[in-house]
């Protein structure tokens, strides 16, 4: 079973950002570079699986107004 994202988007950001600046920095070994790199590829992958679950949940809100279930300013 899959856990849960517990960060949000803006946290799963501010890591990548980290990751990057530390890939950046010239004293990194190539082991703490492909640590970095699997780290920030794992971060890339659960906001993006974050920002699916948001699109989902703003395409439902569209698909209930659209369908009468709230009403819109129009």
């Not at 600046?21 to 780290?39: G, I, K, P």
């Amino acid at each position: 079973m899959k856990a849960e994202n517990k960060k949000s988007i803006e946290e799963y950001i501010a890591d990548l950002s980290e990751i990057a600046e530390r890939l950046n920095q010239s004293d990194v070994s190539l082991d703490v570079a492909v640590a970095l790199y699997r780290q920030g590829m794992e971060a890339a992958k659960n906001a993006q699986e974050l920002l699916h679950r948001y699109e989902q949940e703003i395409e439902i809100i569209g698909n209930t107004i659209n369908e009468g279930g709230v009403k819109s300013d129009e």
